[in-house]
């Protein structure tokens, strides 16, 4: 049984650039969260997607951006990339049980 | 205030030892609380759910709930090396669902 696969594991950008990052979720999960974790911090929640839809979103600029396709898995995009966007970018899948499972995580450098 | 807090350590533990990690909420209508470990450079692992107050055992970690204090523990008896890590504490928001994680804290288990 897959968990929650994530890609790319690493990338580096630069100031200004765009990012796409991948998810798919746990097998039997249709729920999906990103997280963003700077060094030494708790994740800091993103947004949620369901059913194809942002149910919940953090506090976040607009720049962050995400789409759920209907298999379930998720982008998660970020335009205008600014040195602050370095991060460990985790996505999370649930069930309606509630229970978070993580993937790898990408790791995000912009330079 | 913030929602969730954790000491972030780090906690030094001898090995064979008791290890106690503490958390604390802000939000009184929280029912959902976890803990997830995390090794360097890796991904949070839930390692234990909490619904109810009291304590639920799991092997060598106890999760203790007391919400009327709003606060969350977990004990790790006979502590490992193996078990150095970040041990993240998560409330499930009562608004949306989210989860909220504190910043975590530390352990280190000396051989």
């Known amino acids: 049984d897959a968990g929650v696969t994530q890609s790319p594991t690493h990338l580096i950008k630069t100031r200004g650039q765009q990012v796409t990052l991948r998810c798919s979720p746990k097998?039997?999960?249709?729920?999906v969260s990103w997280y963003q974790q700077a060094l030494g911090q708790g994740p800091q929640f993103i947004f949620q997607?369901?059913?194809?839809?942002?149910?919940q979103r953090g506090n976040f600029p607009d720049r962050f951006s995400g789409h759920q396709f209907p298999n379930y898995s998720s982008e998660l995009n970020v335009n205008a990339l600014l040195l602050g966007d370095s991060a460990l970018y985790l996505c999370?899948?649930?069930?309606?049980?509630?229970?978070?499972?993580f993937g790898e995580g990408s790791r995000l450098t912009v330079l | 205030q913030k929602e969730v807090e954790q000491n972030s350590g780090p906690l030094s533990v001898p090995e064979g030892a008791i290890a106690s990690l503490n958390c604390t909420y802000s939000?009184?209508?929280?029912?959902?609380f976890f803990w997830y470990r995390q090794y360097s450079g890796k991904s949070p692992e839930l390692i234990m759910s909490i619904y109810s107050n009291g304590d639920k055992e799991d092997g060598r970690f106890t999760a203790q709930l007391n919400k009327a204090s709003q606060y969350v523990s977990l004990l790790i008896r006979d502590s490992q090396p193996s078990d150095s890590a970040t041990y993240l504490c998560a409330v499930k928001s009562n608004q949306g669902g989210k989860l909220i994680f504190g910043q975590g804290t530390e352990l280190s288990v000396k051989p």
């Open positions: 997607y369901y059913e194809e839809e942002e149910r």
């Open positions: 999370a899948s649930s069930s309606a049980a509630g229970e978070l499972f």
């Open positions: 097998s039997g999960h249709d729920t």
């Open positions: 939000d009184r209508g929280s029912q959902s």
